[in-house]
C-alpha cells in the first residue's frame, strides 16, 4: 500500500529530504505550511508527516511546536536529524558581486546571517526554500538569489555562486515524525519522550515539577519555555527526556509530574531514526 507522507515546502526543500529518509519509497506530500501538512494527516490524506522541529543554529520551530500541543490526535512517532548545507543560488549569467536581493525560508535565512551580512543584499523572507528557488528560476533576474540546497539547483536549473553558506559549520535540523500512535506507521523501540506542561503561579512551582525527574532518575535532554497561546505573559515547558513512557521510571516521574502541573500533555515516545 502506498504511503503518502506530507511535509512543509516544495520539491526540492529540505523537509522532503528529510521524507525521503525516513519513509524511502513513498510518496512526499507538500503542503504549504507545518499547519497544512498536521492537517492532511488528521484529515487521512497522509498517513504521516514530516516536520521540522528544532535548527542546531537558529533554534526550535515555533509553528511545529503550537501545532504538537493544539493537535488531540497527532503525536511524535519518530525522530531524524538532517545536516543542511545552504547554497546561494541564481539564474546562469548571474554572479556573487552582481546579487542585490535574496530570497529563502526566514530560518534558512537566519542560519545564513554571516555570510547574508557580507554580501550586503536586499533580504526577503518567504515561505519555504524551494518555494524561494523556484521564484528565483521562474523570474530569471540576475541581481535575485534563493538560499536553498543544490538539489533545487539541479531540479530547476539554476547555479550556485557559493556553497556551504551556514554560519555553523555542522547545522543541522531536527525533524519530528508526526501521526497517529493507533494507525501511524511503526518506525521502533521508543528511547524519547516529549512533553508540554505548564506551572503554577507561585515560587518554586517549577522546581516542584521538575523534582519527580531526579527523584526517578530520569535525563531531560531538552527544557525549554514558550508563550502559551491565549494566555499572554503566560508560558508551558516543552522537554525531552531519556526513556519511553512506558519504563517504569519515566511513568513514575510523569505521574508525579500530573499531579502537581496544571497541564501535562505527553507529545510522544519515540524512536531516533
Same mark, same amino acid.
Given at each position: 500500500?502506498?504511503?503518502?507522507?506530507?511535509? %512543509?515546502?516544495?520539491?526540492?526543500?529540505? #523537509?522532503?529530504?528529510?521524507?525521503?529518509?525516513?519513509?524511502?519509497?513513498?510518496?512526499?506530500?507538500?503542503?504549504?505550511?507545518?499547519?497544512?501538512?498536521?492537517?492532511?494527516?488528521?484529515?487521512?490524506?497522509?498517513?504521516?508527516?514530516?516536520?521540522?522541529? +528544532?535548527?542546531?543554529?537558529?533554534?526550535?520551530? !515555533?509553528?511545529?511546536?503550537?501545532?504538537?500541543? &493544539?493537535?488531540?490526535?497527532?503525536r511524535?512517532l519518530? +525522530?531524524?536529524?538532517?545536516?543542511?548545507?545552504?547554497?546561494? @543560488?541564481?539564474?546562469?549569467?548571474?554572479? @556573487?558581486?552582481?546579487?542585490?536581493?535574496?530570497?529563502?525560508?526566514?530560518?534558512?535565512? &537566519?542560519?545564513?546571517?554571516?555570510?547574508?551580512?557580507?554580501?550586503?543584499? +536586499?533580504?526577503?523572507?518567504?515561505?519555504?526554500?524551494?518555494?524561494?528557488?523556484?521564484?528565483?528560476? +521562474?523570474?530569471?533576474?540576475?541581481?535575485?538569489?534563493?538560499?536553498?540546497?543544490?538539489?533545487?539547483?539541479?531540479?530547476?536549473?539554476?547555479?550556485?555562486?557559493?556553497?556551504?553558506? %551556514?554560519?555553523?559549520?555542522?547545522? &543541522?535540523?531536527k525533524?519530528?515524525v508526526?501521526?497517529? $500512535? *493507533?494507525?501511524?506507521?511503526?518506525?521502533?523501540? $521508543?528511547?524519547?519522550?516529549?512533553?508540554?506542561?505548564?506551572?503554577?503561579? *507561585?515560587?518554586g512551582?517549577?522546581?516542584?515539577?521538575? %523534582?519527580?525527574?531526579?527523584?526517578? /532518575?530520569? !535525563?531531560?535532554?531538552?527544557?525549554?519555555?514558550?508563550?502559551?497561546? /491565549?494566555?499572554?505573559?503566560?508560558?508551558?515547558?516543552?522537554?525531552?527526556?531519556?526513556? #519511553?513512557?512506558?519504563?517504569?521510571?519515566?511513568?513514575?516521574?510523569? *505521574?508525579?509530574?500530573?499531579?502537581?502541573?496544571?497541564?501535562?500533555?505527553?507529545?510522544?515516545?519515540?524512536?531516533?531514526?
Amino acid at each position: 500500500m502506498e504511503l503518502r507522507v506530507a511535509y %512543509q515546502g516544495e520539491p526540492g526543500a529540505y #523537509s522532503e529530504d528529510a521524507v525521503r529518509r525516513a519513509f524511502p519509497g513513498s510518496t512526499p506530500l507538500p503542503c504549504e505550511t507545518v499547519r497544512e501538512a498536521f492537517a492532511a494527516v488528521e484529515e487521512g490524506r497522509a498517513g504521516a508527516g514530516v516536520v521540522p522541529v +528544532e535548527n542546531s543554529a537558529a533554534g526550535s520551530i !515555533n509553528e511545529t511546536h503550537e501545532a504538537l500541543l &493544539a493537535s488531540d490526535r497527532l503525536r511524535i512517532l519518530g +525522530e531524524l536529524v538532517l545536516p543542511v548545507d545552504h547554497a546561494l @543560488l541564481a539564474p546562469a549569467g548571474a554572479t @556573487l558581486e552582481g546579487v542585490r536581493r535574496v530570497y529563502s525560508h526566514p530560518q534558512a535565512l &537566519a542560519q545564513c546571517d554571516e555570510f547574508l551580512l557580507r554580501l550586503g543584499a +536586499e533580504i526577503v523572507p518567504v515561505h519555504d526554500t524551494a518555494g524561494a528557488a523556484r521564484m528565483v528560476a +521562474e523570474r530569471g533576474v540576475v541581481e535575485e538569489a534563493a538560499v536553498a540546497g543544490e538539489r533545487a539547483a539541479e531540479m530547476l536549473g539554476l547555479a550556485v555562486l557559493a556553497r556551504r553558506i %551556514q554560519t555553523e559549520e555542522g547545522n &543541522a535540523t531536527k525533524f519530528a515524525v508526526i501521526g497517529d $500512535p *493507533e494507525a501511524g506507521p511503526v518506525l521502533g523501540e $521508543p528511547s524519547r519522550t516529549s512533553i508540554v506542561f505548564a506551572t503554577a503561579d *507561585e515560587p518554586g512551582s517549577l522546581l516542584r515539577c521538575l %523534582q519527580p525527574f531526579a527523584d526517578h /532518575g530520569v !535525563n531531560l535532554s531538552k527544557l525549554e519555555s514558550r508563550p502559551r497561546r /491565549g494566555a499572554p505573559f503566560a508560558y508551558v515547558f516543552y522537554a525531552d527526556l531519556d526513556g #519511553s513512557a512506558g519504563d517504569p521510571g519515566v511513568a513514575a516521574a510523569l *505521574e508525579d509530574l500530573r499531579a502537581r502541573s496544571p497541564m501535562l500533555k505527553v507529545l510522544g515516545s519515540y524512536p531516533l531514526l
